[in-house]
């Protein structure tokens, strides 16, 4: 059984900075890819960030460029969302997730984590 664990969110006054964490209890095939995804409150889950395991290249929505970084450690089986000049509009619950198929969509997406809330607030 495959499980993902999220951690590091929390309240953050604008222009703060965050670093999630993604916690993955067995190692990812070097094809598959990791992403995370938000979803804010009323509106639908949408895609953040992605890395593919193996060799590391990244993707991300325009929202995210330039501010939110993706990284991976593959010896700690750990995702990482470095979150930088947040803004109100950030604030969402952050699902890691898992595709074993190396997707970005959300509909390809096998595994879930329960998410982890960022609040960005003054």
């Known amino acids: 059984q495959v499980q993902l664990v999220e951690s590091g969110g929390g309240l953050v006054p604008p222009g703060s900075s965050l670093r999630l964490s993604c916690a993955i209890s067995?190692?990812?095939?070097?094809?598959?890819?990791m992403a995370w995804f938000r979803q804010a409150p009323g509106k639908e889950r949408e895609f953040v960030a992605g890395i593919r395991w193996g060799a590391g290249t990244t993707i991300y929505a325009d929202s995210a460029k330039g501010r939110f970084t993706i990284s991976r450690e593959q010896t700690k089986r750990t995702v990482y969302l470095q979150l930088n000049y947040l803004k109100p509009e950030d604030t969402a619950v952050y699902f890691c997730?898992?595709?074993?198929?190396?997707?970005?969509?959300?509909?390809?997406?096998?595994?879930w984590g329960s998410g982890t809330l960022v609040t960005v607030s003054s």
């Open positions: 997730a898992w595709d074993r198929n190396g997707g970005f969509s959300l509909s390809g997406m096998d595994y």
């Open positions: 067995t190692r990812p095939y070097s094809s598959a890819t």
